[in-house]
């Protein structure tokens, strides 16, 4: 991170050179539950800690070779310095999960002891029979998603968008991401809170995985089990209002289940500015799910209509994607098994520049077959291969545990900065 530099936020492109970026270390919070608590965290598997953190090593490591790396702990513990936005922070959090008899004891804490526990969680304490027979350890539950940092947040354009998370065990990463882009201590943004634009609408929900910025014009976003209609009309309303002239909303629905479709990141992630990666049962067969145009003219929705996909659309639109199918094309098994291990969830640090899982063979041998180089991330970390001066090329990770989590680099990657392609 730059010290004594506040970063201006900007990104106009998926693709375009990473400059600054924002993540969350993986902590003692992803060992916080059981396998009896793993489906209220948003879990399908408990992970194992110690293998994570390698693996998230590698990840860190090939991101600090290209980009300026903000960590949420860091600038947590600095938020948490300046006693007005500490008591803000602590009330609004035990106000909104009813641990109001908390906040006295919390405003007592120092503030790097303070950033664990607001991430970590704070231990019920047992006074009275309630407590005792409610079975619940935590008056703060951890908060066990936040190593995807792509989810509370987005940045589109100069907009920091705090997302209104569809899930209240997530609620807190939100007020967490508000407190610092709200700070005014590290970056230049405007600051778009959809809590207080919806007036917490128990309908609206929105979150960062769901959101592509295709072009400085063009939104392209995913309708599915975390991200609503109502949540896309509030951010049409505001994306509207940045400037005037033709913008486009493409809108993707997305199946209720199976849980791998949890986000459109985890089917359509775009690799360089002409390439896509996509999943192709829902992305390029006929499917149920419509993808919608919204069109917008100097700050008004002037039409709404159907599309025939994403890819058509975005054609007609100037922006011409050669698609690359998750999983390869010869086996319609490989595809669903790897779009499960998030094989479909790129994050690009330059244009033809991606990270990605290495168990995702057949995904990986697809892009070697179009032109990507298959690098390790451990050759790019121990300067054997250097980033800069290489051609297309995806970086593989190891990932046996993170994948497990339910995301990929870029569900754990949260772009501040893009240069402009």
């Keep these: 991170m730059t010290e004594n530099k506040k970063c201006t936020l900007q990104v106009q492109a998926e693709t375009g050179k990473l400059e600054a970026v924002l993540v969350h270390y993986p902590g003692a919070e992803v060992e916080n539950m059981t396998p009896r608590h793993a489906q209220r965290a948003l879990y399908s598997d408990i992970l194992n800690l110690s293998i994570a953190r390698r693996e998230y090593d590698q990840l860190l490591a090939v991101l600090k070779k290209t980009s300026d790396v903000y960590e949420v702990s860091d600038l947590l513990t600095k938020v948490l310095e300046h006693e007005h936005l500490k008591s803000d922070l ?36 047992i006074n009275t029979l309630t407590d005792f027979l409610r079975e619940e350890y935590y008056a703060l539950k951890p908060l ?23 899930n209240t065990v997530r609620i807190r990463e939100s007020l967490i991401m508000d407190a610092i882009f709200r700070s005014d201590l590290f970056f230049n943004a405007n600051v778009v809170n959809s809590y207080d634009l919806s007036q917490n609408n128990p309908l609206v929900k929105i979150e960062g995985g769901d959101i592509l910025v295709v072009r400085d014009d063009i939104l392209l976003i995913g309708n599915g089990m975390r991200t609503s209609t109502q949540g896309i009309d509030l951010l049409v309303r505001e994306f509207c209002k940045t400037d005037a002239g033709k913008k486009h909303v493409v809108v993707q629905q997305l199946p209720e289940s199976p849980e791998s479709f949890i986000h459109l990141d985890m089917v ?67 595809q669903e098994r790897e779009q499960w291990h998030s094989g479909a969830n790129f994050l690009a640090i330059a244009p033809g520049k991606v990270i990605s899982y290495a168990r995702n063979i057949h995904t990986l041998e697809e892009l070697n077959k179009n032109g990507f180089e298959v690098i390790k991330a451990a050759d790019i970390i121990s300067g054997q291969w250097d980033i800069a001066s290489a051609g297309n090329c995806v970086i593989t990770l190891e990932g046996s545990e993170l994948p497990r989590g339910g995301g990929g680099p870029r569900c754990m990657t949260m772009p501040l900065r893009r240069a402009e392609s």
């Excluded at 006295?104 to 002891?113: A, E, I, N, Q």
């Excluded at 995807?148 to 569809?166: E, H, Q, W």
């Design 144 to 166: 066990y998603n936040y190593y995807f940092t792509r989810d509370p947040s987005a940045v589109i354009g100069n907009n920091a968008l705090v997302c209104k998370m569809a």
């Design 268 to 334: 359509f992630t775009m690799l360089d500015e002409d390439k896509a990666m996509i999943y192709k049962p829902l992305i390029m067969n006929s499917s149920p799910y419509q993808t919608v145009h919204m069109q917008i003219d100097n700050g008004k929705v002037t039409k709404i209509s159907p599309a025939s996909s994403i890819l058509n659309l975005l054609r007609k639109l100037g922006v011409d994607l050669m698609p690359i199918v998750c999983g390869g094309k010869a086996d319609d098994w490989d």
């Design 90 to 125: 602590i009330r609004k959090t035990c106000s909104t999960e009813q641990a109001t008899e908390y906040i006295d004891y919390l405003m007592d804490l120092p503030p790097s002891t303070l950033a664990k526990v607001l991430i970590e969680g704070l231990p019920l304490r």
